[in-house]
C-alpha cells in the first residue's frame, strides 16, 4: 500500500515538474522577440502564385507593420493567418511561432483548373476547383484549358457556382484530375444550348461532347478513338468526333 502511494506521489511530482517547464517555455517564448519570418509554401503541383517575399509583404502589410522585433502571441497570429488566407491563390495557411525565436508561415496554395476567356472585358479569369474565380498572376501563368462561348462570348458571373454549372465544373475536374487529358483538352466551347466541344493539343479533330453528363464513358468512348483510328489512319483524317450518343462514336 505504502509502495503504491508512494508512486502516485512520484508521478504527480513529474507531472507538476513537466506543467512547470512547459509553462515557463510558454512565458519564455512569449516574451521572445521574433528574430526571423521562416516561409513554407507547399507547391505539390508546381503553381508559383505566390512567393516567399509576397508572403513576407502580407505578413508586414507591405513593410508596414514589421514582425521582427515584435512579440506576437494568440490573437496577433491569427490576425496573421487571415492577411494570408485572404490572398486568391491562398488554400490554407498556419502561423506560428518556435521555441528558436522564428515566425513560422506555412501556406498551401490554391491552384486553377481552367482559365475563362472574357472578349469583352479582355479580363481572362481563373476558376479552381470548387469554382470560384481567381485572377490572372503576373508572377506565373498556369497551363490549363481555356473555356469560352463560342465565337467568343463570355460565361456569366458566378457560371460554375449554381447546380448547373456545377456540372460542367465537374467535366473542367475530371480534365483536371486525369493527366492524359489534362496534357491533351485545349479549348473547352459551351455552346448556347449548353453542349460542350473541345479542341485538342494533338489531332485536328474538334470533340463533340454533349451535355456534361457520363462523362467518363465518354472520355472512355474517345480513347478507343485514339487507340484504332490514328494509328491506323492518321491524325488528320477526320475532323470531328462525336462521342456523344451511347454506345456510338461519330467520326466525319
Known amino acids: 500500500m505504502e509502495r503504491t502511494v508512494r508512486n502516485l506521489l512520484v508521478a504527480a511530482a513529474c507531472l507538476l515538474v513537466l506543467g512547470a517547464l512547459g509553462a515557463f517555455a510558454a512565458v519564455r517564448q512569449a516574451n521572445r ?17 505566390i512567393s516567399e517575399r509576397g508572403v513576407t509583404a502580407l505578413l ?18 491569427r490576425v496573421l493567418e487571415a492577411r494570408l488566407k485572404a490572398h486568391a491563390f491562398v488554400r490554407d495557411a498556419q502561423v506560428y511561432r518556435d521555441l528558436a525565436g522564428n515566425l513560422h508561415a506555412d501556406v498551401r496554395q490554391n491552384r486553377p483548373i481552367a482559365r475563362l476567356t472574357h472578349p469583352d472585358t479582355r479580363l481572362d479569369t481563373y476558376v479552381d476547383a470548387e469554382g470560384r474565380a481567381l485572377p490572372l498572376s503576373p508572377l506565373f501563368t498556369a497551363r490549363v484549358a481555356t473555356v469560352a462561348r463560342p465565337g467568343g462570348g463570355s460565361l456569366p458571373s458566378g457560371f460554375f457556382q449554381d447546380s448547373t454549372g456545377r456540372r460542367y465544373l465537374e467535366f473542367l475536374r475530371y480534365v483536371d484530375e486525369h493527366e492524359f487529358w489534362k496534357a491533351q483538352v485545349s479549348e473547352v466551347f459551351i455552346e448556347p444550348g449548353g453542349k460542350l466541344s473541345f479542341t485538342q493539343q494533338v489531332g485536328d479533330q474538334r470533340i463533340e ?6 462523362i467518363s464513358e465518354k472520355f472512355a468512348k474517345l480513347m478507343v478513338f485514339y487507340r484504332q483510328i490514328p494509328s491506323v489512319l492518321g491524325w488528320d483524317t477526320y475532323h470531328r468526333v462525336n462521342v456523344e450518343y451511347q454506345n456510338q462514336i461519330i467520326c466525319e
Request: charged share 25%; net charge negative; proline share 10%.
Open 33 to 49: 522577440a521574433v528574430d526571423a519570418v521562416k516561409v513554407n509554401i507547399a507547391n505539390e503541383f508546381d503553381n508559383y502564385f
Open 60 to 77: 508586414t502589410k507591405g513593410g508596414k507593420e514589421p514582425v521582427i522585433g515584435t512579440q506576437p502571441e494568440g490573437p496577433r497570429l
Open 209 to 214: 461532347f454533349g451535355l456534361p453528363e457520363n
